[in-house]
């Protein structure tokens, strides 16, 4: 049984049928029935003339059934799928032209839309959000008990017992689960589902343009339980949330029914195309002729042993690209005309800004990209450095579990234990996360040369985020304490715990006066990180911080 993937291999045919209106994909062999809709007193019931049948409630517009090959998937709990737990009364309507079918949804100032194509087994989605008037933005496909098993990090079909607030699970075994424990950030995946049977039922992503967080934030994506599974397109997510909401019309992204295969690319966010929609009338629907893109000819001055990634951002809309290995070249088509503020990413790391504007049917064209050697922190010189500025925690401790588990998971390695600068294996050696409950007061031990000893040094602290106002304050050889530093804007949700260490990087630097230092310099001098905070509860939820590096200058 497969599950979420970005561009997997081994992918079935898929027969690519051009029509007039656009391009309609065909997925194994279609029916008798003619496309078309009906009415069933309750519900429009549309037959896409291939293998799918699907109702919307005409009192809701909650999806009531997904019929395909004759089996329903839809529902768990007695609950249809719909956005957030359901909108309740609606106005809903329907027409057809040509080959598509629109169903429209309005509840009060949110519109929703989904669509149907002749042939396909997909059915398009849109949802435009005007105002906070619905508190968030998600659209849940609840697929009934049974239809797919699995035990994957987002499932909690097999961890009966809970250890946090109400979505976090023990198994027996010790292993942890939750519907927040995606392991993937929005850059790297392009859908997510199931497969099983010779069925693969899967929900393909939007481009996110009216979501928040950027490339690297993570959400829910799907879940198990006893009850059914949910899949989920999240367009704007409250947990460590970085950014304000944006609204809008955001879409389109696809319910799509497989014979057990990943979707079509041609789905994708950045490669499906809808020329189709474009005469169907939806409010906010932007087409590619009023779109532009922004192009680089490469970015000098990159570490090549780092992705880099190119951002563009505004309080209207967000897009992201990849910066080419060789020599950073960059494309980031089908931008919202304005002006963005475009930054460039070393890993999670902003190490480069400017602004960029953007026009309808053009292309912004940017000339090389110089990245200023101060603007990277690792170019700086550092008599011992742990970690790698990246803006993430990776190499260090427990990091690479903590995107899919609870800290408390019988997986990660002992919270506690302090490290020795020299002997090699430092970052391995150096926990992830720091709490104020569970390790805080971590010790560093390290020699220093008579001429360093000599002199006063900057000791930096990089975070990704923090939980609770957790932040480092740090004491030299029991004889100089730093003054506690003022926290930085961080998220005001648990991030440390449900999957995420993304928030708000920051660097806290420290004055050390020569002072501090042994001036033996046989002995080890000894750095101990405290976690200092006024807020947080205890245990894994006292505050706390994930670290990105520290070092010691020259």
């Given at each position: 049984m497969s599950g979420s993937a970005n561009r997997p291999v081994g992918r079935r045919a898929f027969v690519l049928a051009a029509t007039a209106a656009g391009t309609a994909l065909t997925v194994g062999t279609a029916h008798a029935a003619?496309?078309?809709?009906?009415?069933?007193?309750?519900?429009?019931?549309?037959d896409t003339g291939a293998q799918l049948v699907f109702k919307v409630s005409k009192s809701t517009?909650?999806?009531?059934?997904?019929?395909?090959?004759?089996?329903?998937?839809?529902?768990?709990?007695?609950?249809?799928?719909?956005?957030?737990?359901?909108?309740?009364?609606?106005?809903?309507?329907?027409?057809?032209?040509?080959?598509?079918?629109l169903v429209s949804v309005t509840h009060g100032t949110l519109k929703h839309y989904y669509a149907a194509r002749s042939g396909e087994n997909n059915v398009y989605l849109w949802t435009d959000k005007a105002d906070t008037s619905v508190s968030?933005?998600?659209?849940?496909?609840r697929v009934k008990k049974g239809a797919f098993l699995n035990d994957e990090p987002d499932s909690y079909t097999y961890a009966p017992t809970t250890i946090e607030a109400s979505d976090v699970f023990r198994k027996s075994d010790g292993q942890t689960r939750s519907k927040h424990y995606s392991k993937r950030r929005v850059m790297d995946y392009d859908y997510v589902g199931w497969s099983a049977g010779g069925v693969g039922l899967w929900i393909v992503r939007s481009n996110?343009?009216?979501?928040?967080?950027?490339?690297?934030?993570?959400?829910?994506?799907?879940?198990?339980?006893?009850?059914g599974g949910g899949l989920y397109e999240i367009l704007h997510y409250g947990q460590n949330q970085t950014e304000a909401q944006r609204f809008g019309l955001q879409g389109p992204y696809v319910i799509a029914f497989t014979d057990g295969g990943a979707p079509s690319s041609a789905l994708?966010?950045?490669?499906?195309?809808?020329?189709?929609?474009?005469?169907?009338?939806?409010?906010?629907?932007?087409?590619?002729?009023?779109?532009?893109?922004?192009?680089?000819?490469?970015i000098s001055g990159r570490n090549t042993a780092h992705p880099y990634t190119v951002g563009l951002a505004n309080s209207a809309a967000q897009y992201w690209g990849s910066a080419r290995?060789?020599?950073?070249?960059?494309?980031?088509?089908?931008?919202?005309?304005?002006?963005?503020?475009?930054?460039?990413?070393?890993?999670?790391?902003?190490?480069?800004?400017?602004s960029v504007s953007v026009s309808a049917g053009g292309t912004t064209t940017l000339n090389t990209i110089a990245l200023p050697s101060s603007n990277d922190p690792a170019n700086a010189n550092a008599i011992w450095r742990i970690?790698?500025?990246?803006?993430?925690?990776?190499?260090?401790?427990?990091?690479?579990?903590?995107?899919?588990?609870?800290?408390?998971?019988?997986?990660?390695?002992?919270?506690?234990?302090?490290?020795?600068?020299?002997?090699?294996?430092?970052?391995?050696?150096?926990?992830?996360?720091?709490?104020?409950?569970?390790?805080?007061?971590?010790?560093?031990?390290?020699?220093?040369?008579?001429?360093?000893?000599?002199?006063?040094?900057?000791?930096?602290?990089?975070?990704?985020?923090?939980?609770?106002?957790?932040?480092?304050?740090?004491?030299?050889?029991?004889?100089?304490?730093?003054?506690?530093?003022?926290?930085?804007?961080?998220?005001?949700?648990?991030?440390?715990?449900?999957?995420?260490?993304?928030?708000?990087?920051?660097?806290?630097?420290y004055s050390v006066p020569a002072s501090a230092w042994k001036t033996d310099t046989s002995q080890y001098n000894v750095l101990r990180i405290d976690v200092v905070s006024g807020s947080g509860a205890t245990g894994f939820l006292s505050a706390g911080t994930a670290i990105d590096a520290l070092d010691l200058l020259m």
């Amino acid at each position: 049984m497969s599950g979420s993937a970005n561009r997997p291999v081994g992918r079935r045919a898929f027969v690519l049928a051009a029509t007039a209106a656009g391009t309609a994909l065909t997925v194994g062999t279609a029916h008798a029935a003619a496309f078309g809709y009906s009415d069933d007193g309750s519900n429009y019931v549309v037959d896409t003339g291939a293998q799918l049948v699907f109702k919307v409630s005409k009192s809701t517009g909650d999806l009531t059934s997904l019929v395909y090959r004759g089996t329903e998937y839809q529902g768990y709990g007695g609950m249809n799928s719909h956005i957030e737990s359901g909108l309740g009364a609606s106005t809903v309507g329907i027409k057809q032209s040509g080959s598509t079918i629109l169903v429209s949804v309005t509840h009060g100032t949110l519109k929703h839309y989904y669509a149907a194509r002749s042939g396909e087994n997909n059915v398009y989605l849109w949802t435009d959000k005007a105002d906070t008037s619905v508190s968030a933005t998600r659209y849940i496909v609840r697929v009934k008990k049974g239809a797919f098993l699995n035990d994957e990090p987002d499932s909690y079909t097999y961890a009966p017992t809970t250890i946090e607030a109400s979505d976090v699970f023990r198994k027996s075994d010790g292993q942890t689960r939750s519907k927040h424990y995606s392991k993937r950030r929005v850059m790297d995946y392009d859908y997510v589902g199931w497969s099983a049977g010779g069925v693969g039922l899967w929900i393909v992503r939007s481009n996110h343009e009216k979501a928040s967080g950027g490339p690297f934030y993570r959400s829910l994506l799907r879940h198990q339980s006893a009850d059914g599974g949910g899949l989920y397109e999240i367009l704007h997510y409250g947990q460590n949330q970085t950014e304000a909401q944006r609204f809008g019309l955001q879409g389109p992204y696809v319910i799509a029914f497989t014979d057990g295969g990943a979707p079509s690319s041609a789905l994708f966010p950045g490669t499906l195309t809808t020329p189709w929609a474009d005469a169907l009338g939806i409010p906010g629907y932007v087409p590619a002729s009023g779109r532009g893109k922004v192009a680089g000819v490469g970015i000098s001055g990159r570490n090549t042993a780092h992705p880099y990634t190119v951002g563009l951002a505004n309080s209207a809309a967000q897009y992201w690209g990849s910066a080419r290995s060789s020599d950073g070249y960059f494309s980031v088509p089908g931008v919202l005309p304005g002006t963005y503020t475009l930054t460039v990413f070393k890993g999670e790391l902003a190490v480069y800004t400017t602004s960029v504007s953007v026009s309808a049917g053009g292309t912004t064209t940017l000339n090389t990209i110089a990245l200023p050697s101060s603007n990277d922190p690792a170019n700086a010189n550092a008599i011992w450095r742990i970690g790698d500025w990246n803006g993430t925690p990776g190499g260090f401790k427990n990091a690479d579990l903590m995107t899919y588990a609870h800290p408390s998971d019988a997986r990660a390695a002992s919270w506690t234990g302090n490290v020795v600068i020299g002997g090699g294996g430092e970052t391995a050696a150096f926990p992830c996360y720091l709490w104020k409950d569970v390790n805080s007061g971590l010790l560093v031990y390290f020699k220093l040369t008579a001429a360093q000893a000599a002199a006063a040094h900057t000791l930096r602290i990089g975070v990704t985020t923090a939980y609770a106002n957790g932040r480092p304050q740090v004491t030299v050889n029991d004889s100089w304490t730093s003054a506690v530093p003022s926290p930085p804007t961080q998220p005001n949700t648990r991030s440390l715990t449900n999957g995420s260490y993304r928030g708000n990087n920051h660097t806290f630097t420290y004055s050390v006066p020569a002072s501090a230092w042994k001036t033996d310099t046989s002995q080890y001098n000894v750095l101990r990180i405290d976690v200092v905070s006024g807020s947080g509860a205890t245990g894994f939820l006292s505050a706390g911080t994930a670290i990105d590096a520290l070092d010691l200058l020259m």
